[in-house]
């Protein structure tokens, strides 16, 4: 069988949660490949609402396996938090979530090396979610990393020696002034609980699967604008957020790749610092931030708003091969005037329509207008109900992107998904 990718095209915050949560009953086996608890996902049903940072989006959804991949790097205390708060609303987990031994851990350290790295960068700070992920990662890349592995031989006399190098760096960035001894204590219990998990050899698992028949969806976490190769460099999360990551982060080859849902807003946000074309500074940004509830998930940060960038979403549909569209928070647009959507960039007084190497500065956008549709979507409940500038709105953004729009999300809930 075909393993489908989904995953964000824009800056993150896309809303890969709900669309995971909607698609997994098609599904028998729901991964992550990448990221760690910097990822915020967010889904809605029954009046409930649940933020998932490690767990994959799937564990809602009957008895689905859900796998965290070795492309995954997990942070033991975090982890623990989220999946007891899980257990207490009534979801078991310990039979279906399988985690990779080969997934890095997220050392109370590495957060503390987050953090002094961002302070030492000065005014080019990133903006990160102070979780840990560029240090363990860092950490990974150059062979230093602890694995989930690790945990089940020798355990305290590795964490010891990774921890003694972490300290080494914090003085040489004069970072001392901390005392982790609790988040320490709640760490180490981290560690025993997820003792209880499968710890898999998933790179075997999911190759297993797919040989047996199942079905596999894979859920992205950041966006593709937050890519460490084709994001907006330097300003960007520490993985690789395209859909090659779910081969790495899972040790699926390339051929299994079936479709590529590229989720997007209808319109766009970024959260930390970094260049962000289409950004809007006046009220009409704060309309959408207003409408939308865009404050981050994990950091409760502001997230910076602005109109849909068409320059940018067909690189991201061109690095991550995009077989479909998923449009969000359409319903965010409905009081809306006029909408723009960036058609191409002017950089230099030169008009391009190709992303280029650099969007750090003297980008400006050129917009396309269109009348909005004045009209309520959230109780819409099939295609035949859109109203016609919402129909146009679509059309449009089909034939500049080049690829199909197959579901339109009017609200947050996972009913108000329309399928096309
Ligand atoms: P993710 O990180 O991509 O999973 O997205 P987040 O959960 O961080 O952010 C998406 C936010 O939008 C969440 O609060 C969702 O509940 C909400 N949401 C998702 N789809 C819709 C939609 O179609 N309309 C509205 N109004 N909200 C939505
Ligand atoms: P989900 O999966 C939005 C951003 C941070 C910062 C940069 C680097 O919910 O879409 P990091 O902590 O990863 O080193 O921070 O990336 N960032 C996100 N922005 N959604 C996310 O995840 C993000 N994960 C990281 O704000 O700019
Ligand atoms: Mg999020």
């Known amino acids: 069988m075909k393993v489908d990718v989904l995953l964000g095209l824009q800056w993150g915050d896309e809303g890969k949660g709900k669309v995971v949560d909607v698609l997994t009953p098609r599904y028998d ?12 996902h967010t889904l809605e049903f029954e009046g409930q609402k649940y933020v998932l940072r490690s767990i994959p989006s799937g ?11 070795n492309g995954v790097v997990l942070a033991p205390d975090l982890f623990m938090d989220e999946a007891k708060d899980l257990e207490k609303s009534g979801h078991e987990l310990k039979s279906r979530l399988h985690i990779s031994k080969k997934a890095h851990l997220i050392m109370p350290t590495h957060r503390l090396l987050d953090a002094a790295y961002e302070a030492a960068k000065g005014k080019n700070k990133v903006g990160t979610t102070g979780k840990g992920i560029g240090p363990t990662y860092t950490d990974k890349i150059s062979r230093n990393g602890l694995r989930v592995g690790d945990i089940l031989e020798n355990f305290e006399e590795k964490y010891a020696a990774h921890k003694a190098r972490h300290e080494e760096m914090l003085r040489a960035l004069n970072y001392t002034d901390y005392d982790i001894t609790e988040v320490e204590r709640h760490w180490m219990e981290g560690i025993e609980y997820m003792k209880q998990f499968p710890l898999v050899d998933s790179e075997h698992e999911v190759n297993n699967l797919l040989k047996q028949g199942k079905t596999m969806l894979c859920e992205g976490a950041q966006g593709t604008m937050l890519d460490v190769d084709f994001g907006s460099y330097p300003f960007v999360t520490s993985s690789n957020t395209i859909c090659a990551g779910a081969c790495t982060g899972l040790g ?6 079936g479709d590529v849902f590229g989720i997007i807003k209808a319109y766009c946000t970024r959260v930390g610092a970094g260049p962000f074309p289409t950004e809007l500074f006046d009220e009409t940004g704060d ?17 910076r708003c602005g109109w849909i960038d068409l320059v940018a979403l067909k690189y991201a549909i ?7 569209l998923i449009m969000m928070k359409s319903d965010v647009l409905d009081s809306f005037e006029t909408i723009k959507a960036c058609v191409a960039y002017k950089q230099n007084g030169n008009v391009i329509d190709f992303f280029p190497y650099d969007i750090n500065e003297g980008i400006e956008p050129v917009y396309v ?4 549709w004045n009209q309520d979507l959230t109780k819409v409940t099939s295609e035949a109900e859109f109203p016609k ?7 449009f953004l089909e034939e500049q992107l080049e690829t199909p729009i197959a579901i339109v999300s009017v609200g947050p809930d996972r009913e108000q998904t329309i399928e096309r």
């Not at 959804?61 to 965290?68: L, S």
């Not at 309309?287 to 502001?302: D, L, M, N, S």
């Open 29 to 40: 086996v729901v991964a992550r490949f990448q990221g760690g608890p910097n990822a915020g």
């Open 252 to 257: 699926l080859g390339p051929n299994k790749i």
């Open 389 to 395: 500038a919402f129909k146009d709105y679509i059309a």
């Open 287 to 303: 309309k959408i931030r207003a409408i939308g509830h865009e404050y981050g998930a994990v950091t409760g940060r502001e997230r």
């Open 318 to 324: 061109m690095v991550n091969g995009v077989t479909k």
């Open 369 to 372: 207008e269109m009348p909005g």
């Open 59 to 69: 564990i809602f959804q009957g008895d689905k396996v859900n796998i965290i991949g």
